[in-house]
């Protein structure tokens, strides 16, 4: 029985890690939180956290792994690239999946290779940051170079901002790097959605269309995306040709990713993420239930080099979203109501490992997500509706 070693046991992480079981191999865990709901799927759990790359590889050289997954996680992607690299396990190259997992890396390949990109730099002190922003044109964007869900990044539009969006980028970053770069004035919806590369070759994406909350300081406080895309095909098309470049260029072979893009007003398309690792807030899911191909159990096969020939490109049928649930006041989280027509006709799901008592917090961006909604509609004009006005739908309980 082959063994894989699975980095992570959230919530969002015990699809892949049931997957694992029911495909027939010895499924171990480990990250630094031995209460995860993914760990009582495992034949066994290990406390060495997934960032820790020594440690990592000393416990998979202990277990002598097959392979080794980094599923819907940013930071454990390096480490299982890593990890399977030292150990000449399947992987695509450690160097790579570092650039696609450092924005500031990232930017500079981007930028080194030939494609569309916004100025941005990389700073380590306010001072440095503080000494440079006039070289650019706002608004810029200020982020953490190695966090997601929005984290830690703000949308500068006047100078005396910076001190307080730079530290606050500052404090959601492992690497204590922050980066500015111009904004890119979009002409349509960010593209946002999971692909797939087997040896190498880009082979299934599904790209959808990300949207915000209106209720936030932030004007690009995320909420979830929705299906299917409504860019024109060209667009879509020339994302696929970038982004097979870049995989190729970077010698990515067979793996999962998290894209995010901008069709700019200048016409040209941005990647702004590779993640070299499957979405969160159930993207994978959502797109098994929109196309019918579930890519989690190719992302098993992968990290034990078995074959993924057979995954093709599939069409996105009906309409369908994710949705971050997210409470609209600070406080003890009391449960969760529905309309009782939505809940019978629209809701597929609900998931969320957040007791009643727990605290949670007024939504500001995605840290604040109290579960992920799983949402079919009949129409795109219901499902624009409804994601407009999902206060109505749906409430989540707050008790002060």
Known sequence: MKRVLMLGGSIYQTYAIKAAREMGYYVITCDYLPDNPGHKY?????????TDKEAVL??????????VVAYASDPAAPTAAYVSEKLSLPTSPYKSVEILSKKHLFRQYLT????????????TTYEDAEADIDSFHLPVMVKPVDSSGSKGINKLTDKSQLRAFFYDALSYSRDKIVLIEEFIVKNGPQISGDAFSVDGKLVFHCLGNEFYSTKVDKDFAPLGECWPTVMPQEVIDTLAADLQRLITSLGMKSTAYNVEA??????????LELGARSGGSLIPQIT?????????????????????????MAPVKGFWSNYMAHANETGKYAGIEYDE?????????FVTDIKCGAPIRKYR????????????????????????????????????
């Open 42 to 50: 495992a034949h066994e759990y290990h406390n060495v956290s997934t």
């Open 58 to 67: 000393a416990l998979a050289r202990e277990l002598n792994v097959d392979g």
């Open 112 to 123: 080194e290779h030939g494609f569309n990109v916004p100025k941005a730099r990389s700073y």
């Open 262 to 271: 901008i069709y700019g007003e200048d016409g040209k398309v941005y990647i």
């Open 288 to 312: 098994a239930l929109a196309t019918g191909v579930d890519m989690v159990p190719y992302v098993i096969k992968a990290a034990l080099g078995e074959d993924c020939s057979d995954l093709k």
């Open 341 to 349: 027509d939505f809940k019978k006709n629209n809701l597929v799901d």
């Open 365 to 400: 961006d995605a840290q604040d997500c109290v579960g992920e909604l799983l949402l079919k509609y009949d129409s795109a004009e219901q499902m624009n509706n409804i994601i407009e006005h999902m206060d109505d739908y749906v409430q989540i309980k707050v008790k002060k």
